[in-house]
């Protein structure tokens, strides 16, 4: 029977990639004054300097601020401007200090499956960044224990899951996410209830999750959350 919920941070308990968006929009008419936007080769150097500096800088404002610069200075042949690198940083800034705006019907979720189950909190990125946005959720005091993690795989639901002494089979995580916050515990064995998000990173877009799991439901609204957990539960026993 399942025993421990788990719900992810960003973009499932409250807005997150819109932010990024924005900056990442700002991003490229900066860059637009030097290149031609209509080479996707732009893009692409975007994601794939974000992609290879998640090793460096994890993931979060931060590193995507620095990976901004690296790119700008990279497609520009270092022509762009130190006013205009001033600028991205203070993008990335920006992001840091946006509002903490949960998603609509996402508290009453959170406290309709703690009464019947032990929720946790399993969020990555930026350790002052996720601690702030935590803080002002108002949502702390519903979870048992709040994981803040630089990256969402087997070993780190493996080690949620000794440490609640419970097997993948017990577990069930909700998240926006089908790389980092389904695939990782359905591979394991556990459950997953994946709450789309109106926009999604391109780094997350990739996994091998095949379609019509039977550890995984999809619901359209954090209003259906609790009555997917419910109907896992019945698949679990």
Partial sequence: MLQLIGF????????SEGYY??????FATLVGRYVDLADQ???DSMLATEQRNLKLFGYGAKGMALSMV???????????SAGDIHRLIELGKDVLQHPVELLPGIRAAVEAVAQHHAVVLITKGDLFHQEKK???????????????????????YRRVLAEFRLQPAQF????????????PVVKLGGWGIHVPYRVTWAHELEHDL???HPHVITVDAPS???????QLRERAA
């Fill in 8 to 15: 992810d941070g960003d973009d499932t308990l409250w807005h």
């Fill in 21 to 26: 968006r924005q900056a990442n929009e700002e």
């Fill in 41 to 43: 080769q732009v893009h």
């Fill in 70 to 80: 690296e790119t700008a200075i990279t497609v520009t042949d270092g022509r762009i």
């Fill in 134 to 156: 935590v803080a002002q959720s108002g949502l702390a005091e519903l979870f048992r224990r709040i994981e803040i993690v630089s990256e969402k795989n087997a070993d780190t």
């Fill in 172 to 183: 069930a995580m909700v998240g926006n996410s089908l790389r980092s916050d389904i695939e």
């Fill in 210 to 212: 095949g379609d019509d």
């Fill in 224 to 230: 259906a959350i609790p009555a997917a957990v419910a």
